[in-house]
């Protein structure tokens, strides 16, 4: 696979550090040299952008005249807590936070991919099956926290109780399938856009990529939000109480 600038530069500094965390884990790169592969650093630069980010805005906070990237997060914001509000109910804005974290880094991973030399993360299987985990165990933990262990588990047994022996185990493999559905959705569609817009520059290089790089946005924040809103579908099914 071809290595990014980037990549390259992360094994020129990086390299011990990489392998030092590797072998905690109990895991050994193939080549101790270059331990960090491209999604890896790809990820190391939206992280840093995440960090770097919050000093930026906030030298323009202002409740009187906010500068356009506040404003732009406010809308975010406030668009994401309408929608949790009408899915989850009372008790949605604790989790606000969750969902707009969650956007925000797959929305940016995502166009980072539009920047020449760079590639999209989320194209990678392993950053859209770690998002995917992550909000499998925030739901889950929230329904077991919202409910009690019984409350919980009676969501898997459905609303007829002579049918629980059934719609239980249905209803946990459904469960266990939402990881792989949420990282097969995102790093499918990532994936194609980047293929697309790739072939089409190698063969036509002038004006024609613009329209795929155009739908390559496009695509990019629609993925965010699909991601984002079965997110809240399910925090909302998770913590719901039974009437």
Not at 85 to 107: P, Q, S
Request: charged residues 10%.
């Amino acid at each position: 696979m071809h290595e990014l600038w980037i990549t390259r530069l992360c094994n020129q500094v990086l390299a011990g550090p990489a392998n030092a965390v590797l072998q905690m884990a109990g895991l050994h790169a193939e080549d101790p040299s270059k331990p960090w592969s491209n999604y890896m650093a790809m990820l190391l630069l939206v992280m840093g952008i995440f960090l770097i980010l919050p000093f930026i805005v906030r030298r323009g906070l202002s409740v009187d005249a906010p500068g356009k990237i506040q404003q732009i997060f406010e809308v975010i914001y406030s668009f994401l807590d309408e929608m949790a509000h009408e899915i989850i109910g009372h008790g949605h804005k604790k989790h606000v936070a969750f969902f707009a974290t969650l956007f925000l880094f797959i929305l940016v991973s995502n166009l980072i991919g539009v920047v020449p030399s760079l590639e999209s993360p989320t194209m990678f299987s392993p950053v859209p099956l770690g998002l995917a985990a992550f909000t499998f165990l925030y739901y889950n933990f929230f329904g077991f926290a919202e409910q009690g262990l019984v409350g919980y588990l009676k969501h898997f047994a459905g609303p007829i109780w002579w049918l629980a022996w059934f719609m239980f185990p249905l209803e946990i493999i459904s469960h266990l399938v939402r990881p792989l559905s949420l990282t097969i959705r995102l790093f499918a569609n990532m994936l194609a856009g980047e293929q697309v817009t790739l072939g089409f520059m190698a063969l036509v290089p002038l004006v024609v990529p613009v329209a795929f790089m155009g739908l390559h946005v496009f695509v990019s924040f629609v993925q965010a939000f699909i991601f984002t809103v079965l997110a809240i579908v399910y925090v909302g099914s998770a913590v719901e109480h039974e009437h």
